[in-house]
Antibody
Framework: QVQLQQSGPGLVKPSQTLSLTCAIS??????????WNWIRQSPSRGLEWLGR?????????DYAVSVKSRITINPDTSKNQFSLQLKSVTPEDTAVYYC??????????WGKGTTVTVSS | QSVLTQPPSASGTPGQRVTISCSGS????????VHWYQHLPGTAPKLHIY???QRPSGVPDRFSGSKSGTSASLAISGLRAEDEADYYC???????????FGGGTKLTVL
C-alpha cells in the first residue's frame, strides 16, 4: 500500500522559494506506471493542481499554466521521494499543499497536507 | 475561476438523495474520465468515485457517479450526517495537459 509523507517549512517569506518534499513508501518514484503530483488548496482557489513528474523510460514533467514559470518538481531516486520548489512566492501562494499519486490514471493516494503561509 | 463548474452548495435531510453536478468541456470531461473527491476540513481529499462510476473499496454504495457528454454528476442516496463535506470533481484536460478540478460543492446535511 502506497503512503506519502510530506515535509517542509510552514512559513516562507515573500519573494523566497517554497520547498516541500514527499517521501514515498510502498512504491518507487521510478515506477513505470505511477505519476507523482503536487496540488494545493486555498479558500479562494479551491483545489489547484500544480504539476507532476513521472518516469516512462525517461523522466517527464507537466506543470500548470498558472505556475509554469516558477515551479520545479524533481524526483530523487536515491531517497525515493519527490520535491516541489515554487520560486518568488507571494501571499497568494498561501495554501495547504498536498502531494498525491496514482498508478491507474487518477490520484488515489494523498499526503496529509502541509499548511504553508507566505508572510514576512 | 475553475475549469470545471460545480454548484457552490447543496443540501438535504437525512435519508434523502442529493445530486452534485460537474460541467466541463470536450477537452476534459468530454474526452476523459471524471473522478470525485470528498474533502473534510483538516484532512486530505479522499477519492470517492473514479473513472466516472467506480467506487474504491471502503466507499459506501450510497455513492454513485455518472457521466454524459461534457457533464458528470455525483449522487448520494440515504444521506447521512457524516456525508457533510466538500466534494470536488476532477478530470484530465488534454488542452492544458494537466488535471483540472471543479470549484467544490459544500454539502450540508440539514
Amino acid at each position: 500500500q502506497v503512503q506519502l509523507q510530506q515535509s517542509g517549512p510552514g512559513l516562507v517569506k515573500p519573494s523566497q522559494t517554497l520547498s516541500l518534499t514527499c517521501a514515498i513508501s510502498g512504491d518507487s518514484v521510478s515506477s513505470n506506471s505511477a505519476a507523482w503530483n503536487w496540488i494545493r488548496q486555498s479558500p479562494s482557489r479551491g483545489l489547484e493542481w500544480l504539476g507532476r513528474t513521472y518516469y516512462r523510460s525517461k523522466w517527464y514533467n507537466d506543470y500548470a499554466v498558472s505556475v509554469k514559470s516558477r515551479i520545479t518538481i524533481n524526483p530523487d531516486t536515491s531517497k525515493n521521494q519527490f520535491s516541489l520548489q515554487l520560486k518568488s512566492v507571494t501571499p497568494e501562494d498561501t495554501a495547504v499543499y498536498y502531494c498525491a499519486a496514482g498508478s491507474a490514471g487518477y490520484m488515489d493516494v494523498w499526503g496529509k497536507g502541509t499548511t504553508v503561509t507566505v508572510s514576512s | 475561476q475553475s475549469v470545471l463548474t460545480q454548484p457552490p452548495s447543496a443540501s438535504g435531510t437525512p435519508g434523502q438523495r442529493v445530486t452534485i453536478s460537474c460541467s466541463g468541456s470536450s477537452s476534459n470531461i468530454g474526452s476523459d474520465y471524471v473522478h470525485w473527491y470528498q474533502h473534510l476540513p483538516g484532512t486530505a481529499p479522499k477519492l470517492h468515485i473514479y473513472r466516472n462510476n467506480q467506487r474504491p473499496s471502503g466507499v459506501p454504495d450510497r455513492f454513485s457517479g455518472s457521466k454524459s457528454g461534457t457533464s458528470a454528476s455525483l449522487a448520494i442516496s440515504g444521506l447521512r450526517a457524516e456525508d457533510e463535506a466538500d466534494y470536488y470533481c476532477a478530470a484530465w484536460d488534454d488542452s492544458l495537459s494537466g488535471w483540472v478540478f471543479g470549484g467544490g460543492t459544500k454539502l450540508t446535511v440539514l
